[in-house]
């Protein structure tokens, strides 16, 4: 199974509805599992998560894009404490509350939690405690909004 295949299959059927795919996982437990987390401006709807997952369902059964044994697909929104995975999400989040997580200290910590301000040449600057702090994108083990109340 190749799941760069599958995420350009699933982004096929989500620029034909003007969404884009956030992210794709896959997960082995006691069953087989295909989650698909699509998003656009203003948030996406359940019939768009259905028409998502009704079309890639053709698709990965056509193309048999998951051999073997049944599995589960769930198309989803990305939910209120998304992921940040791109460049671009650094960007389009700016003034939102991120957690960061880092594989390299910068200034004596691997953790920063604070407002987005904003992603340029490889960079994210986050703003802390009133100061502004530069990140290297490539440092970045796992970043996600969040959810403000």
């Not at 760069?4 to 620029?15: L, N, P």
């Not at 048999?64 to 769930?74: A, C, N, Q, T, V």
């Not at 200290?105 to 604070?114: A, R």
Request: aromatic fraction near 8%.
């Amino acid at each position: 199974m190749d799941i760069e295949k599958i995420r350009e299959a699933a982004e096929r059927v989500a620029r034909s509805e003007a969404l884009e795919v956030v992210d794709v996982e896959w997960k082995i437990g006691k069953q087989r599992f295909l989650r698909v987390y699509i998003d656009k401006p203003g948030g996406v709807s359940h019939s768009d998560c259905e028409a998502v997952s009704k079309q890639l369902s053709v698709i990965l059964d056509v193309e048999d894009l998951i051999p073997g044994p049944r599995y589960i697909l769930e198309v989803s929104s990305p939910g209120l404490d998304r992921k940040l995975l791109k460049p671009a999400d650094y960007e389009r989040f700016v003034g939102r509350l991120a957690r960061i997580t880092l594989d390299a200290p910068v200034e004596n910590s691997k953790f920063f939690e604070g407002r987005l301000a904003g992603y340029t040449g490889g960079i994210v600057t986050i703003e802390v405690q009133g100061r502004r702090v530069e990140l290297p994108f490539a440092a970045i083990r796992k970043a996600h909004l969040v959810v403000e109340f």
